[in-house]
């Protein structure tokens, strides 16, 4: 595997489920976040992890719950989430204090709640 | 709070003309980015602007940054098919603790 990945690519569930989506970079990368993408709003920064630390958390409702083990492993738990969080998921890493801290984007989790 | 403003919204460009993709911000930033977006698929980056005056090429796209007017442009010349995708910029505080999108502009180039 190369790049960011993430899985599952596809996930249906219904409001009382829970399910987690994941990510892994294999980039060597010491930075990974969440983004949220809807189809009437602009691509929305949802968490940051720092060297493992979570530096950010844009009001995000606490049914979505990150947790990163490790460099290069990051989880988005979700539970009682709400048909409005339908969305894309997509997940990216960087080099952060790099050149260019450029993100490099997985393909993403279409998730649909039903 | 860092806003970032992307117009047009949606261009339907012939095939072989020029047009430009403009991206204002609010605030004083480190960095600005530039994505592409394919139906369907993730985002790709194409450019990072980290300096006023920076400007960057590939292929039939340039970007350029001003950060003076907080103002980037996204120039195409002579466009072809193979160039419509969502372009996207994106603005970024140091270490991407805040990082913020366009809204994007959907990209059609006709023949």
């Known amino acids: 595997e190369t790049g960011v990945t993430q899985t599952p690519r596809h996930l249906v569930m219904g409001m009382t489920n829970k399910k987690s989506l994941k990510c892994e970079q294999h980039l060597g990368h010491n930075a990974m976040y969440w983004y949220k993408q809807s189809a009437k709003k602009p691509l929305e920064l949802m968490f940051v992890?720092?060297?493992?630390?979570?530096?950010e958390n844009n009001s995000v409702p606490s049914r979505f719950s990150p947790e990163c083990p490790n460099s290069s492993h990051l989880f988005l738990h979700l539970h009682t989430l709400q048909p409005e969080d339908s969305a894309l998921y997509l997940c990216a890493s960087s080099e952060v204090a790099g050149n260019t801290d450029t993100q490099y984007f997985g393909p993403g989790t279409r998730l649909t709640v039903l | 709070e860092l806003k970032v403003e992307q117009n047009p919204l949606f261009l339907s460009m012939q095939e072989g003309k020029n047009y430009t993709i403009y991206c204002n911000y609010s605030?004083?930033?480190?960095?600005l980015y530039w994505y592409r977006q394919d139906p369907g698929k993730s985002l790709e980056s194409l450019f990072v602007?980290?300096?006023?005056?920076a400007v960057k090429q590939e292929g039939r796209l340039m970007a350029s940054l001003d950060t003076k007017a907080r103002l980037s442009t996204l120039h195409i010349t002579a466009a072809v098919h193979d160039l419509s995708a969502t372009y996207f910029c994106a603005v970024a505080t140091y270490n991407n603790n805040d990082m913020r999108f366009g809204a994007g502009t959907r990209l059609t180039v006709k023949p």
């Open positions: 605030t004083t930033s480190d960095r």
């Open positions: 602007l980290l300096s006023n005056g």
């Open positions: 992890y720092n060297f493992k630390e979570q530096t």
